[in-house]
Each structure stands twice: as C-alpha cells, then as structure tokens.
C-alpha cells in the first residue's frame, strides 16, 4: 500500500519562503517519478514541478526561478522548496507519485498540505 504524507505548509507572508515534504512507504522510490501539484479553491488542480527517478525536473512557468524540486532516495522523501510566495500561490499543495504498472501508470496522491500566502 503506497502512502504519502506532506508536511511544511503554512500562513507566511508575501515574498516569504517555506519547504514541503512528502514522505513515501510502500513502493520502491527511487525508480519512480514523483511531482507537486496544487489546487486553488474554484481551480482546477495543476502540476508545480515534477522529477524523474533520474533527477530531471520541470516546472509550470509561473513558479521557475522560484520554486525547486529535489529528491532524496535515502530518505523516501521529495522536496518543494518554495522561495519568494506571492499571494497567487496560496493553495492546497499534493505530492503525486507515478508507478509503472505493466504498459501504464499509476498515480497515489497525498492528502495535502494548505499554503496561504498573505500580501
């Protein structure tokens, strides 16, 4: 049974910073892609940054030169270092793990972890 648990969010003010985690059990890690996505209210929900197992990352255009995604496979855990918050980026943030299941993917998701950005 997969499971992921975020942490890290909060209330912080504008142009602050803070780091999530996402702490995985239950599948083998390393080999999977892992990703942060958020979902304002009334939003739909949209991929932040992703990285491979191989450590390639990608991000949406309105977070690059801002945010970072880092992984540690030692320690099951991905990272969304978020610096410089602007008011916009107040949302629920969700850690996505992809598993390769025969010729498809599977995604688990977190529960979340709220980010309020005040101006």
Do not use: H
Request: proline share 2%; charged share 20%; with cysteine.
């Amino acid at each position: 049974q997969v499971q992921l648990v975020e942490s890290g969010g909060g209330l912080v003010q504008a142009g602050g910073s803070l780091r999530l985690s996402c702490a995985a059990s239950g599948s083998i890690f390393s080999i999977n892609a892992m990703g942060w996505y958020r979902q304002a209210p009334g939003k739909q929900r949209e991929l932040v940054a992703a990285i491979t197992s191989g450590g390639s990352t990608n991000y949406a255009d309105s977070v690059k030169g801002r945010f970072t995604i880092s992984r540690d496979n030692a320690k099951n855990t991905v990272y969304l270092q978020m610096n410089s918050l602007k008011p916009e980026d107040t949302a629920v943030y969700y850690c996505r793990e992809r598993t390769e299941v025969g010729v498809g993917v599977k995604d688990y998701w977190g529960q979340g972890t709220q980010v309020t950005v005040s101006s």
